[in-house]
């Protein structure tokens, strides 16, 4: 169902045949070798086996990660792998997972912790605003925290409350967090081994209405694409991608929004409108480059997103790219988000996510007459 | 690093059969274990107000729960850092009334405590203090100027945590007593023998983070002591505002852990107390809890007023009982203390109040670029664009004001 997204890495250039292999042949978590249909559950599931087979320091833990494998399975088999002091259930405490996390990084270790639900993380927003963002900084550099806080976030999936927020915004407002979201299985695996990687704190967000989406995808090429990256100091990291190309108009989404805009784009297309679709991917650093890129040559853009449309990542994107395309613009930038309302119940959800009519109207509405 | 498998988080289960000291002492006194975590029924003192030893049977001490007599040599090195300390304090607060400093939350009164925390540690353990524990901190060994460097508004933090193991004064309450317990429980994944020392003061006591700190330690069955400086107000709120428990030490219990109650202003029951805490986490009995009684004998900060909270005739009893005076009385009496050793003492402390004054008077030149720099390991590009829109100002201010004092010069 996903296209192929072209990511900055890919376009780089072709690995060498001999890392691939190398890479291939280290990853030993491999069962099966050459393009195979999986979610994107046990893409990031093959990420965190893959992080860890790599790197002794890099630790999982959280609410039921252990041998439950998580509320969502996407640590699944971690701790029978790798053993208890590997993966490991906490206290029921999220304040207490964060802490514990920033003195671990302190301290030599690689922490990946799980918040259970984005609006279960809320009880560490103390530490994660206040420690995690800051410490680097205040430090002058001299404490790195390289941690990834994995938050399971955005709705879709009928969840009851507290169950389904898209809380990115609060962490794209906090000066010294690096904020990613994929869209896409092999960006799956792809971002979560480079938010591992990263000696900045990462938020990790997994839009959980995705979690059991599937894609073809080749792990030992993406293996070999880390390997690669690693040895040159490149990735894809903070970069956009184009998900689907098009000539008339662009659609900027992220996360859970991305499969949205495309089927939007693909609904344009049978009507004669060629769209373009840009997935986000990392919210901070945010690509401008990438998405001004488009809209200058498009004249008009649609940000799409599931988050309430108010002082969000959504108002962001308008406002940089109004900065920055102001003379290439047709027509005033538009936004379809959620409803400045609390996260619906499941029987009214329906109506508060952006779907693909709201698109196609807001798309309707950029001033084609001129 | 060697992360061994069988290093595991261990379960409570596991707990019982360990070789601890809980289970020594149910052991050897025929105490039970809530006997053995309990805090003992009086505070631990070994040394009173007057100045004299305590006889051995009214130290506070009673089954599981003894202590011994700090070496002559451990007393001495307490004492200099107890001068040190009692001159840093008041030369800070000075300096703030100069206006040489932004602010300075003093631990006058509180220095027995600050420099026990120190001392009690090795030189690969972990301390992690709040923004009372200055003293702590350079009994510690970190540069006093560095240490001030924080107040004195420079920058959020002067010095470098890892290099001197001694975590950034922390300000949002016991929330830095969990990254104490994330160090620890990294150093024993790796089978290190580090012990960690969490401070917080009464008030603290009432986060939540102190709750999940100490609740982490104990299920993970880490090598932290978690040392509660009571010294009676949170700001201007007593403590019986915030806790009815017997006494902050009898939360120990509840957490599965070992708590004692200890004089905030006995040195000597001090390095006891906290020497045998240290001790035992080390030896792998996992987290204690060690509560101070003392005094915060001057304001919250200078910005605070306590005579609208609190009476004279308070603070004077606690004069009374001031932890460097009754440490004079007893090494004079003891014999360990005489004009010259003292003023040895007098002088080092002297010269690190002028190191502070010099110091902290020096105008040290703030970097503007520095605000970009550390945000993250590498700028992104929104932070670059923002650091040379900075810079560009900077240019054109310069240039403008070069424009003008030529103008003026050129009127001349």
């Known amino acids: 169902m996903s296209p192929t997204i072209t990511t900055s890495s890919e376009a780089n250039g072709n690995v060498s045949a001999a890392t691939a292999r190398a890479a291939a042949k280290a990853a030993s978590a491999a069962e099966q070798t050459g393009p195979q249909t999986i979610t994107l559950a046990k893409a990031l599931n093959t990420a965190m086996a893959d992080a860890m087979h790599a790197d002794e320091s890099v630790l999982v833990f959280g609410e039921d990660v252990g041998m439950l494998g998580g509320v969502f399975r996407i640590t699944d088999g971690l701790t029978k792998t790798f053993g208890q002091s590997r993966c490991f259930d906490t206290p029921l405490a999220e304040s207490g997972i964060v802490g514990m996390a920033v003195g671990m990084a302190m301290n030599g270790m690689r922490p990946v912790i799980e918040m259970q639900f984005d609006a279960f993380a809320y009880p560490a927003f103390e530490q994660i605003v206040s420690h995690v963002a800051k410490m680097h900084n205040r430090t002058k550099g001299a404490v790195k925290l390289p941690m990834v806080i994995r938050v399971p976030y955005a709705g879709g999936i009928g969840g009851v409350e507290h169950h389904c927020d898209s809380s990115e915004a609060y962490y794209a407002h906090t000066a010294g967090l690096k904020v990613f979201t994929p869209a896409t299985v092999a960006d799956g695996y792809r971002m979560l081994r480079e938010a591992i990687d990263s000696d900045d704190p990462v938020m990790f967000m997994e839009p959980k209405k995705l979690y059991w989406s599937k894609d073809q995808v080749d792990l030992d090429a993406l293996r070999a694409e880390h390997a690669a990256n690693t040895e040159r100091g490149t990735s894809s990291e903070g970069r956009a991608a184009v998900a689907r190309p098009g000539t008339d108009a ?12 495309l089927a939007a784009a693909a609904a344009a297309a049978e009507e004669g409108r060629s769209l373009e679709v840009i997935d986000v991917r990392s919210i901070v650093p945010f690509d ?7 809209v200058r040559k498009t004249g008009r853009a649609v940000v799409i997103a599931e988050a309430h449309g108010f002082a969000s990542v959504a108002s962001e994107i308008v406002a940089r790219v109004q900065e920055r395309c102001f003379h290439h613009l047709a027509a005033p930038i538009r936004r379809v988000t959620g409803f400045d309302v609390p996260y619906p119940a499941p029987k009214l959800e329906h109506y508060y996510l952006p779907g693909v009519d709201r698109i196609l109207d807001a798309v309707d509405d950029l001033q084609w007459e001129d | 690093m060697t992360i061994s498998a069988d290093q595991t988080a261990q379960q409570p289960a596991q707990h019982a059969a360990q070789q601890d000291a809980a289970s020594e002492a149910v052991r050897k006194f025929g105490i039970t274990v809530e006997d053995y975590m309990l805090p003992a029924r009086h505070q631990i003192q070994m040394v009173g107000p007057d100045g004299t030893l305590n006889p051995h049977t009214e130290q506070g001490t009673q089954p599981g729960h003894e202590y011994t007599l700090p070496s002559d040599a451990e007393l001495l090195a307490a004492y200099e850092q107890l001068v040190v300390g009692r001159r840093v304090n008041d030369q800070n607060s000075a300096l703030v009334r100069q206006g040489r400093m932004a602010v300075y939350p003093s631990s006058h009164g509180q220095e027995a405590c600050q420099v026990a925390a120190a001392l009690c540690l090795a030189d690969g353990d972990w301390m992690f203090p709040t923004y ?4 702590a901190v350079m009994a510690r060994g970190v540069d006093p100027v560095q240490t001030m460097t924080l107040f004195r508004g420079d920058w959020h933090g002067g010095y470098d945590p890892s290099k001197h193991k001694v975590g950034i004064q922390c300000t949002p309450l016991t929330t830095q007593l969990l990254h104490g317990v994330g160090v620890a ?4 994944l790796r089978g290190e023998d580090t012990v960690v020392l969490a401070m917080c003061g009464d008030g603290a006591t009432s986060e939540g983070d102190f709750h999940e700190a100490l609740n982490f330690a104990a299920v993970f069955h880490l090598p932290v002591v978690f040392f509660v400086q009571n010294n009676q107000y949170a700001i201007s709120v007593p403590l019986a505002h915030q806790s009815v428990a017997p006494s902050l030490a009898h939360k120990a219990v509840g957490y599965g852990m070992a708590g004692e ?36 004998m001057q304001a919250h900060t200078n910005a605070d007023d306590a005579t609208r909270y609190r009476q ?16 004079t009385t007893y090494l004079t009496d003891r014999g360990l203390l005489d004009d010259d050793r003292a003023a040895r003492i007098a002088d080092k402390a002297e010269a690190v109040a002028t190191q502070l004054r010099e110091g902290l008077s020096e105008e040290v030149p703030v970097e503007p670029q520095d605000l970009f720099k550390y945000v993250f390991s590498t700028p992104t590009p929104q932070l670059k664009e923002q650091s040379a829109m900075l810079a560009d100002e900077l240019a054109r201010d310069a240039a403008s004001t070069a424009t003008a004092s030529t103008a003026k010069g050129s009127g001349k």
């Open chain 1, 250 to 261: 662009t659609l900027i989404a992220y996360g859970p929004s991305v499969p949205t805009a």
């Open chain 1, 288 to 294: 401008d480059e990438t998405v001004c890129a488009s």
């Open chain 2, 132 to 135: 009372r524990d200055s003293v």
């Open chain 2, 185 to 188: 429980h990294a150093a024993k």
């Open chain 2, 261 to 296: 109650r200890v004089d905030g202003n006995d040195v000597v029951a001090l390095l006891a107390v906290l020497g045998r805490a240290v001790k035992l986490a080390r030896e792998g009995s996992g987290p204690l809890l060690v509560e101070a009684h003392t005094y915060r």
């Open chain 2, 312 to 327: 004279d005739s308070e603070v004077a009893e606690w004069v009374a009982k001031d932890p460097l005076s009754r440490m």
